[in-house]
């Protein structure tokens, strides 16, 4: 007996089978998703290397430093307004011994030694002795000023000091050691300072 099979069946199954293969070829031509593998398994080609960068602007120049302070002026040395300072001198060697030399009384040829302002240029000067005490002047009278207006001064305060003989009277001091050289000089700077104001 012969089957007979029935030819639209037959496109049927043929039609199934060709939409479920063509479904299989689509779904592995795109792949599941989930499915790829991890992206950094595929190594890209290296990066071109960046351009260097723009050299930076040069820094501002430091401030300057603060001026030290200036340091302190030495004090004046003594006798600086005066040259000299001849009063260790003189007290050195007793010139205002009380009762016979240029005491505050003036007992020595009434030349006082000893107030304040004695020694100034005003008193010494172009000034002459006026003479008086109890021991007289040898040199009241001479036309001789205890300092001169001169540069260098000289006078009777010089000369009694310098000068053996003086020109008038007993050489000074009367009392001890003669004045060295060092200490005539100091004197000597000092009468130079008097005698300069007085000008």
């Known amino acids: 007996m012969t089957r007979v099979v029935s030819v639209g069946r037959r496109s049927k ?6 939409a479920l293969g063509l479904g299989f070829l689509t779904v592995s031509m795109t792949g599941c998703p989930g499915t790829l593998q991890d992206p950094s398994a595929f190594t890209g080609a290296a990066g071109t290397t ?15 430093g603060t001026t030290g302070a200036a340091g302190t002026t030495g ?28 005491d505050a009384a003036g007992s020595a040829a009434g ?13 010494l000067v172009g000034k002459l002795p006026a003479g008086g005490g109890t021991i007289p002047s040898e040199c009241m009278g001479k036309g001789i000023p205890y300092i001169t207006k001169t540069q260098p001064a000289g006078g009777l305060i010089l ?6 003989p003086p020109m008038c009277g007993a050489h000074m001091p009367s009392i001890g050691d003669p004045l060295t ?10 009468a130079n300072a008097l005698a300069a104001k007085a000008q």
């Not at 960046?50 to 300057?64: E, K, L, V």
């Not at 004090?75 to 240029?102: V, Y």
């Not at 000369?159 to 053996?164: A, E, R, S, W, Y």
């Not at 050289?181 to 000092?190: F, K, L, N, P, S």
Request: with cysteine; net charge negative; glycine share 16%.
């Open 75 to 102: 004090a004046a040395g003594t006798g600086s307004a005066q040259g000299c300072d001849p009063t260790p001198i003189f007290t050195s060697r007793n010139c205002s011994l009380n009762g016979a030399c240029h």
């Open 13 to 18: 199954s043929l039609l199934l089978a060709g």
């Open 181 to 190: 050289d060092t200490e005539i000089a100091c004197v000597q700077q000092w």
């Open 50 to 64: 960046g351009a260097a960068g723009a050299q930076g602007a040069a820094g501002s120049t430091g401030a300057a």
């Open 159 to 164: 000369d009694k000091l310098k000068g053996n």
């Open 111 to 123: 030349f006082k030694m000893t107030p304040a302002g004695w020694d100034t240029a005003a008193a």
